[in-house]
């Protein structure tokens, strides 16, 4: 489903059930909280959480990672989190529905670029003067400051390493057209923006013809889901896959699963990130749980679960490896030209 189509599915079905509305209780709305930036913010902002006394998340995070953030969180405030979890699509299909029917229950939403950047068109998050921007990298901060970047997806290549040698990797893309790797080859069924950065860094005709003699080849077993192209990695029935998420092969790796990972060129990287909506019931819990993941403490959290942050303040191996970031503006503008493209490329082969 694309990102435009999301709104209109989310409105025309009743697939997501409203809970009852949460209004903002009468005094600071979100804006108002989000903007303030007097000397006694963080006390303004842990007194004002304190009294609203709960926080909603809707994220696309697996559990267990925005888990551990959230657990960070409540044992240092004492305010209890309740969390949303779904595809990014769906976490955009939700907050738009519910702004829209004027049923408010998200406080943040943590999810992909592109889906916050569709929140911000759809005027339902509010920018925050946190003092924490000031530490991230510049591909993290909009314009708009409506959502900012908290970490890096970064795709990568991953390989099960009882079936393929460190030795045999390729060092360039069109080693994949190589016939030692038939029927060994997967990618993830809808990652256009990964194939957008590698045009742009390839150059068009080159990355096309590169692509399509791959799969010609070779053939390419199109799955839905990062998560699972990585574990059927692990689990050897795709032996090198195009498109993971470098944390989640990491994560597996360091539970010693046969699997590592490794990049071509640059690195591909899109920023995910965070928002605080701007009919928030819970303002100042918002806006203080905003903070807090853009803050070193958070950042290193997210380090610690292999992700990669986006403060400078926090290191990563990944920091010393090139990437060539995704835009999500751009990406949102021109989805239907890539994921067309992704299609052709990608859609006919052996799944």
């Not at 963080?42 to 009294?51: E, N, T």
């Not at 045999?168 to 790797?181: Q, S, V």
């Not at 839905?224 to 795709?238: A, R």
């Amino acid at each position: 489903m694309t990102l435009r189509n999301v709104f209109a599915a989310g409105l025309a079905a009743a697939a997501i059930a409203l809970p009852c509305a949460a209004q903002v209780k009468a005094g600071a709305t979100a804006p108002d909280v989000a903007s303030y930036a007097g000397p006694d913010r963080v006390q303004r902002l842990v007194d004002g959480a304190k009294k609203e006394g709960e926080l909603s998340i809707y994220t696309s995070a697996q559990s267990d990672d925005m888990g551990a953030l959230v657990a960070a969180f409540e044992k240092k405030y004492g305010i209890k989190v309740s969390m949303w979890r779904s595809s990014s699509e769906k976490v955009l299909q939700r907050a738009v529905t519910e702004a829209r029917a004027n049923h408010h229950t998200m406080d943040i939403a943590e999810t992909n670029g592109p889906e916050l950047e569709s929140m911000h068109r759809e005027k339902i998050l509010t920018a925050v003067k946190s003092p924490y921007l000031a530490d991230l990298i510049k591909p993290a901060i909009l314009p708009h400051g409506e959502w900012v970047g908290t970490r890096l997806n970064v795709f990568a290549l991953a390989y099960n390493t009882n079936l393929v040698k460190k030795e045999e990797l390729p060092k360039t893309w069109e080693d994949l057209a190589n016939p030692k790797w038939k029927n060994k080859l997967g990618i993830e069924q809808e990652d256009s923006d990964w194939l957008a950065g590698q045009f742009a860094e390839l150059g068009e005709a080159r990355a096309k013809k590169v692509f399509k003699d791959i799969v010609a080849a070779n053939g390419i077993s199109v799955r839905k889901g990062h998560t699972l192209l990585t574990q059927l990695v692990v689990s050897g029935e795709i032996p090198l896959a195009l498109t993971v998420y470098n944390y989640k092969a990491e994560q597996l790796k360091k539970k010693s699963a046969p699997i590592d990972w490794f990049t071509i060129g640059p690195a591909i990287a899109r920023p995910n990130g965070i928002a605080v909506a701007k009919q928030a019931p819970h303002p100042h819990a918002a806006v203080l749980f905003f903070d807090f993941e853009l803050s070193p403490e958070g950042q290193k959290i997210l380090a610690e679960r292999d992700f990669v942050p986006t403060s400078k303040k926090v290191d990563t191996p990944l920091n010393k490896i090139p990437m060539k970031f995704i835009d999500a503006r751009v990406q949102l503008d021109e989805y239907q030209k890539w994921e067309k493209l992704y299609g052709e490329l990608f859609s006919g082969s052996r799944k």
